[in-house]
């Protein structure tokens, strides 16, 4: 009777064999297909006879065995490995488990408003407006829904919609002051971003008082001018007084700061690691 042990090293060898077979018949394709010179040819041919030797590979090995060919070059891994940080597994991990949550429950707005969060942390700024979306959609009266679109659009440095949905979450939660600060970061950057073309029409609207301008093209500008100006204030009926007073040199201390930091970071953005509220 044939013990375990025994059975077990003969399939051991089995395995070696295997793998040396394969190894055998890589370097006889190379034989054939390779680009080797005479003296190469030579080298793996030796080579050839010692695998079989060594292992035992003679024609009752290789019926035994089979012809089944492995491809050798496809067992290795060459895509380089990718370092990341526990920081960023957190953050992956809580977009997978809202996922997950969400197919249990595709109609709980707080998961899509929270997994909006997650992606803002991993900077898919797109899905996080996709998630806040849904979230509203669910529950039109989401006020943090609002505030986290908010800060996905500033990300992307659409701060006219941000400060849309900002104006939007404050109206369902008044006096939430990361809102209102957040509101104001988007207004001094909106200001900054349209306040060379106000400025420009500003300018023009004093000329044009003193007489029609002839020219067309003039004429067009001034319109799209006041056509934005009409409807940031239908959004805001203080926006363009507020404009006003920030492009008037007699009211410089009332203008709107402008940041100095190119790199937008809304308040609920700057701690990276903050978990999503519920």
Same mark, same amino acid.
């Given at each position: 009777?044939?013990? +375990?042990?025994?059975?077990?090293?003969?399939?051991?060898?089995?395995?070696?064999?295997?793998?040396?077979?394969?190894?055998?018949?890589?370097?006889?394709?190379?034989?054939?297909?390779?680009?080797?010179?005479?003296?190469?040819?030579?080298?793996?041919?030796?080579?050839?006879?010692?695998?079989?030797?060594? +292992?035992?590979?003679?024609?009752?090995?290789?019926?035994?065995?089979?012809?089944?060919?492995?491809?050798?070059?496809?067992?290795?891994?060459?895509? %380089?490995?990718?370092?990341?940080?526990?920081?960023?597994?957190?953050?992956?991990?809580?977009?997978?488990? /809202?996922?997950?949550?969400?197919?249990?429950?595709?109609?709980?707005?707080? /998961?899509?408003?929270?997994?909006?969060?997650?992606?803002?942390?991993?900077?898919?700024?797109?899905?996080?407006?996709?998630?806040?979306?849904?979230?509203?959609?669910?529950?039109?009266?989401?006020?943090?829904?609002?505030?986290?679109?908010?800060? *996905?659009?500033?990300?992307?440095?659409?701060?006219?919609?941000?400060?849309?949905?900002?104006?939007?979450?404050?109206?369902?939660?008044?006096?939430?002051?990361?809102?209102?600060?957040?509101?104001?970061?988007?207004?001094?950057?909106?200001?900054?971003?349209?306040?060379?073309?106000?400025?420009?029409?500003?300018?023009?609207? *004093?000329?044009?008082?003193?007489?029609?301008?002839?020219?067309?093209?003039?004429? *067009?500008? +001034?319109?799209?001018?006041?056509?934005? *100006?009409?409807?940031?204030?239908?959004?805001? %009926?203080?926006?363009?007084?507020?404009?006003?007073?920030?492009?008037? %040199?007699?009211?410089?201390?009332?203008? %709107?700061?402008?940041?100095?930091?190119?790199?937008?970071?809304?308040?609920?953005?700057?701690?990276?690691?903050?978990?999503?509220?519920?």
């Amino acid at each position: 009777m044939v013990t +375990f042990t025994r059975l077990w090293s003969q399939l051991w060898i089995l395995k070696k064999q295997c793998l040396i077979l394969n190894v055998v018949n890589f370097l006889q394709d190379e034989l054939i297909n390779g680009n080797l010179n005479d003296e190469r040819k030579e080298s793996v041919d030796v080579a050839i006879q010692c695998l079989e030797t060594a +292992f035992e590979l003679d024609t009752d090995a290789r019926t035994k065995l089979g012809n089944e060919k492995l491809d050798l070059l496809s067992l290795i891994n060459i895509t %380089p490995k990718v370092e990341v940080s526990e920081e960023q597994k957190k953050k992956r991990s809580s977009v997978v488990e /809202y996922t997950k949550a969400i197919q249990l429950d595709p109609t709980n707005a707080v /998961y899509y408003c929270n997994r909006a969060a997650a992606y803002s942390r991993l900077e898919k700024h797109l899905e996080a407006i996709n998630d806040c979306k849904e979230a509203i959609k669910l529950d039109p009266a989401y006020g943090k829904a609002y505030g986290r679109l908010g800060i *996905a659009y500033s990300n992307l440095n659409k701060y006219e919609d941000a400060r849309a949905a900002y104006l939007t979450a404050l109206k369902y939660d008044p006096g939430n002051a990361m809102y209102e600060t957040n509101l104001k970061l988007a207004e001094e950057r909106l200001f900054a971003d349209m306040g060379n073309v106000f400025t420009l029409i500003y300018h023009m609207s *004093a000329i044009m008082s003193m007489g029609e301008s002839g020219d067309p093209h003039f004429n *067009a500008l +001034f319109q799209a001018g006041q056509t934005l *100006a009409s409807r940031m204030q239908s959004a805001d %009926p203080t926006f363009v007084e507020s404009l006003r007073r920030s492009l008037d %040199p007699e009211n410089n201390s009332s203008a %709107p700061a402008e940041t100095t930091n190119n790199d937008f970071t809304p308040e609920d953005s700057k701690e990276s690691d903050r978990k999503p509220e519920c």
